[in-house]
């Protein structure tokens, strides 16, 4: 076990992993014929026609992501509804069989050009699935074509940071089961672009296992590799990838770091039912001190309108999200601090602990090999207030700190401030205020001897949190802060509320529907929240379950309407195994005009989440005709929001049937957390209530 301990504490990453690590937060641009469509994934059949971007301005998308101290654009060349960004030789779904520009534009070129004026970097997505192209599923064709326009976006546009790679593929029925050439994908990049970093179906950079911002408490860069293993087979939605008990199965071991993904709104696409449902600052925060602060990069989604520009919404809380890390981490109350250590490598100065909070990230404190526990104390020369912390390691020689603790003087005795695991790269620390003078980073176990390059002090602004919308099954609307105390004022017209608009004193009676919006405002600081807005159609009071196929005990069928998002149900998974198709029946209690239904999956992401669908709606319970809807909920394991289906036309009826025909994983359930309508009557009441 020793040796295994020492060789992975020796893996060191590249000089192109490095420097993508360096960039710590990045924006990802998804646009394409889907902001024109208003859909997630494209079929590949859409009119180039339709993509006409009139006010399209790189340069807006810069400002907006430099705004928020990110580093490089990494953008969406072509989706998998296979339109390209570029006016590619290979085909003709692209922009230059588009209005925009006459058919004479390159987005590619403009943004490209335009992070270079920046002075930020730029990366390109290219989506080896191609819903469009003809040649797909005839693998050799597919592949030179595959590569052929990996050639021109990596010789046409000059340096490339990053080139991204989806592992998503919807195709296999059809008989279109196309082999990727990865390795030749791979020989391309590094001929052309060797200082790109290859991500995510890539030997370079790794997914961090789910499309929601969510990070592991420890995350290592130093995978385990078994015999016959192959990294990007790895079980990158596991929580455990690196720790000692994992370095057991290692025949080798990889230097393969997370980039954390999400986007600033619930979908990957614009969509304008999404302009206020935009990522509150205090969410983007928790995500950025979870994956800057965690040993990852954060990548965040902005996806552009049809205008061709960042909403106005996103590019506010962009300008928000900087303003932040800007006021925190400008002054670092640390810097030059007095420092000792319990052991430094061979007692030589140039490993002494000064050279942690010295600004200077080329030198660090180490001890000797073998010493894999010490403390570093910092004496910051008077009392000092702080709420955040930041360590890094000096990955270049490895990542080796398994387990520390930060504690506070508070003139008597040592006071534990936080404790946790890895840092890696980086990691930051939020806890309540402290006011001291001592402060002392104790290393409790490492892998070899444990390095620091930078230890950091910071006073973080206070965030007022938005406050939280909820309605029950019979309409009533309840609006709570997360911590109890400061007024909430809401409004039912649309409009942003003020500190004058109507306070929240009791649940609000909607039950057919309507919108609301609220903010916290802190009387002590005069500080706002951000808005949170709910939008609501009719409740469910009258709704009851009438038929379901089966159920689990504890996750019946009664779960799917009762308005609690956190209560499933699921076919009967423990003593039955039957396949789908799988199916609840709803009457709603009354005869209403629908318009279209909402389907949100289980939010642990585990069994039941139903790929593709029917959807039925019947006057009498009996007869149901043909399908109101079907088809296939996009992109719903990795990122599973709510899915909103809208039909061609109105239909009436009383009761609703939702049939699961298959599950994201091939598992044989079905799952709804929650199933609900969109009705002309709640259309006319958010219509009514907001003045719009």
């Given at each position: 076990?020793?040796?295994?301990?020492?060789?992975?504490?020796?893996?060191?990453?590249?000089?192109?992993?490095?420097?993508?690590?360096?960039?710590?937060?990045?924006?990802?641009?998804?646009?394409?014929?889907?902001?024109?469509?208003?859909?997630?994934?494209?079929?590949?059949?859409?009119?180039?026609?339709?993509?006409?971007?009139?006010?399209?301005?790189?340069?807006?998308?810069?400002?907006?992501?430099?705004?928020?101290?990110?580093?490089?654009?990494?953008?969406?060349?072509?989706?998998?509804?296979?339109?390209?960004?570029?006016?590619?030789?290979?085909?003709?779904?692209?922009?230059?069989?588009?209005?925009?520009?006459?058919?004479?534009?390159?987005?590619?070129?403009?943004?490209?050009?335009?992070?270079?004026?920046?002075?930020?970097?730029?990366?390109?997505?290219?989506?080896?699935?191609?819903?469009?192209?003809?040649?797909?599923?005839?693998?050799?064709?597919?592949?030179?074509?595959?590569?052929?326009?990996?050639?021109?976006?990596?010789?046409?546009?000059?340096?490339?940071?990053?080139?991204?790679?989806?592992?998503?593929?919807?195709?296999?029925?059809?008989?279109?089961?196309?082999?990727?050439?990865?390795?030749?994908?791979?020989?391309?990049?590094?001929?052309?672009?060797?200082?790109?970093?290859?991500?995510?179906?890539?030997?370079?950079?790794?997914?961090?296992?789910?499309?929601?911002?969510?990070?592991?408490?420890?995350?290592?860069?130093?995978?385990?590799?078994?015999?016959?293993?192959?990294?990007?087979?790895?079980?990158?939605m596991a929580e455990d990838l690196g720790s000692r008990e994992k370095l057991k199965e290692a025949e080798r071991f990889i230097w393969y770091p997370a980039e954390v993904n999400t986007s600033i709104r619930p979908g990957w696409?614009?969509?304008?039912?999404?302009?206020?449902?935009?990522?509150?600052?205090?969410?983007?925060?928790?995500?950025?001190?979870?994956?800057?602060?965690?040993?990852?990069?954060?990548?965040?989604?902005?996806?552009?309108?049809?205008?061709?520009?960042?909403?106005?919404?996103?590019?506010?809380?962009?300008?928000?999200?900087?303003?932040?890390?800007?006021?925190?981490?400008?002054?670092?109350?640390?810097?030059?601090?007095?420092?000792?250590?319990?052991?430094?490598?061979?007692?030589?100065?140039?490993?002494?602990?000064?050279?942690?909070?010295?600004?200077?990230?080329?030198?660090?404190?180490?001890?000797?090999?073998?010493?894999?526990?010490?403390?570093?104390?910092?004496?910051?020369?008077?009392?000092?207030?702080?709420?955040?912390?930041?360590?890094?390691?000096?990955?270049?020689?490895?990542?080796?700190?398994?387990?520390?603790?930060?504690?506070?003087?508070?003139?008597?005795?040592?006071?534990?401030?936080?404790?946790?695991?890895?840092?890696?790269?980086?990691?930051?620390?939020?806890?309540?205020?402290?006011?001291?003078?001592?402060?002392?980073?104790?290393?409790?176990?490492?892998?070899?001897?444990?390095?620091?390059?930078?230890?950091?002090?910071?006073?973080?602004?206070?965030?007022?949190?938005?406050?939280?919308?909820?309605?029950?099954?019979?309409?009533?609307?309840?609006?709570?802060?997360?911590?109890?105390?400061?007024?909430?004022?809401?409004?039912?017209?649309?409009?942003?509320?003020?500190?004058?608009?109507?306070?929240?004193?009791?649940?609000?009676?909607?039950?057919?529907?309507?919108?609301?919006?609220?903010?916290?405002?802190?009387?002590?600081?005069?500080?706002?929240?951000?808005?949170?807005?709910?939008?609501?159609?009719?409740?469910?009071?009258?709704?009851?379950?009438?038929?379901?196929d089966s159920e689990e005990r504890g996750e019946e069928a009664a779960n799917a309407v009762d308005d609690d998002p956190a209560t499933i149900w699921i076919t009967d998974w423990r003593t039955t195994k039957d396949p789908h198709?799988?199916?609840?029946q709803i009457d709603l209690g009354e005869t209403v005009d629908l318009e279209g239904f909402t389907y949100l999956p289980r939010q642990d992401l585990t069994g039941g989440i139903i790929l593709d669908y029917e959807f039925y709606?019947?006057?009498?319970?009996?007869?149901?005709?043909?399908?109101?809807?079907?088809?296939?909920?996009?992109?719903?394991?990795?990122?599973?929001?709510?899915?909103?289906?809208?039909?061609?036309?109105?239909?009436?009826?009383?009761?609703?049937?939702?049939?699961?025909?298959?599950?994201?994983?091939?598992?044989?359930?079905?799952?709804?957390?929650?199933?609900?309508?969109?009705?002309?009557?709640?259309?006319?009441?958010?219509?009514?209530?907001?003045?719009?």
């Amino acid at each position: 076990m020793a040796d295994l301990i020492e060789r992975a504490a020796r893996v060191t990453p590249s000089p192109r992993q490095l420097a993508w690590q360096e960039l710590e937060f990045i924006a990802f641009i998804h646009f394409t014929v889907n902001a024109f469509t208003d859909k997630e994934w494209g079929d590949g059949n859409e009119d180039p026609a339709i993509f006409d971007p009139a006010q399209f301005d790189a340069r807006q998308w810069v400002r907006a992501v430099k705004s928020a101290g990110m580093r490089m654009i990494l953008l969406t060349a072509k989706h998998h509804d296979g339109f390209c960004l570029w006016p590619s030789r290979y085909t003709e779904h692209s922009v230059k069989s588009s209005p925009w520009k006459n058919g004479k534009g390159d987005i590619v070129r403009e943004v490209s050009e335009a992070c270079r004026e920046g002075g930020i970097k730029f990366g390109v997505y290219l989506s080896p699935w191609d819903r469009h192209e003809p040649t797909y599923g005839d693998s050799p064709a597919y592949n030179e074509h595959f590569k052929n326009q990996l050639r021109e976006l990596l010789t046409n546009y000059g340096p490339i940071a990053e080139v991204w790679f989806d592992g998503a593929c919807g195709e296999g029925p059809n008989g279109k089961r196309q082999v990727y050439d990865w390795d030749g994908y791979y020989q391309v990049i590094r001929e052309l672009q060797p200082d790109a970093v290859i991500a995510i179906r890539g030997p370079d950079v790794r997914w961090c296992g789910n499309e929601a911002g969510n990070v592991r408490k420890s995350e290592w860069s130093v995978i385990p590799i078994p015999a016959g293993g192959d990294p990007l087979r790895t079980d990158l939605m596991a929580e455990d990838l690196g720790s000692r008990e994992k370095l057991k199965e290692a025949e080798r071991f990889i230097w393969y770091p997370a980039e954390v993904n999400t986007s600033i709104r619930p979908g990957w696409f614009y969509h304008a039912s999404d302009d206020l449902r935009v990522k509150s600052l205090e969410h983007l925060l928790e995500i950025y001190y979870g994956s800057v602060g965690g040993n990852g990069v954060f990548l965040l989604n902005l996806p552009p309108d049809p205008r061709g520009l960042i909403h106005e919404n996103d590019v506010e809380r962009l300008r928000e999200l900087g303003e932040v890390l800007r006021a925190t981490f400008e002054r670092d109350l640390a810097k030059d601090a007095a420092a000792r250590a319990s052991h430094v490598r061979g007692n030589d100065p140039a490993f002494g602990p000064d050279k942690i909070a010295d600004g200077d990230k080329n030198t660090y404190w180490t001890t000797d090999d073998g010493v894999t526990a010490a403390t570093v104390e910092f004496d910051l020369g008077e009392e000092r207030s702080f709420n955040c912390a930041t360590l890094q390691e000096r990955i270049q020689v490895g990542q080796r700190v398994e387990d520390f603790a930060l504690d506070a003087w508070d003139g008597r005795n040592w006071r534990e401030l936080v404790r946790s695991t890895t840092i890696g790269y980086k990691r930051l620390l939020r806890f309540g205020e402290v006011t001291a003078r001592k402060v002392r980073v104790r290393i409790l176990q490492s892998r070899l001897c444990p390095t620091l390059s930078n230890f950091g002090l910071f006073q973080a602004p206070l965030i007022v949190s938005p406050p939280r919308i909820r309605r029950d099954k019979q309409g009533m609307v309840t609006i709570a802060c997360r911590t109890p105390g400061p007024p909430i004022h809401y409004t039912l017209d649309g409009s942003d509320p003020t500190a004058a608009s109507a306070r929240y004193t009791e649940p609000i009676a909607l039950p057919d529907g309507g919108l609301v919006r609220a903010k916290v405002f802190d009387p002590v600081t005069g500080k706002a929240s951000a808005p949170c807005e709910a939008e609501f159609d009719i409740c469910k009071g009258k709704w009851r379950v009438v038929h379901f196929d089966s159920e689990e005990r504890g996750e019946e069928a009664a779960n799917a309407v009762d308005d609690d998002p956190a209560t499933i149900w699921i076919t009967d998974w423990r003593t039955t195994k039957d396949p789908h198709p799988h199916e609840i029946q709803i009457d709603l209690g009354e005869t209403v005009d629908l318009e279209g239904f909402t389907y949100l999956p289980r939010q642990d992401l585990t069994g039941g989440i139903i790929l593709d669908y029917e959807f039925y709606v019947s006057r009498d319970g009996k007869n149901w005709g043909e399908p109101a809807s079907e088809g296939s909920f996009s992109n719903v394991l990795n990122n599973p929001v709510q899915q909103t289906v809208r039909f061609e036309k109105p239909i009436t009826g009383r009761f609703i049937r939702l049939v699961g025909l298959s599950e994201v994983k091939g598992a044989p359930w079905t799952s709804v957390a929650e199933l609900g309508v969109l009705t002309e009557r709640g259309r006319k009441a958010r219509k009514r209530v907001s003045g719009q």
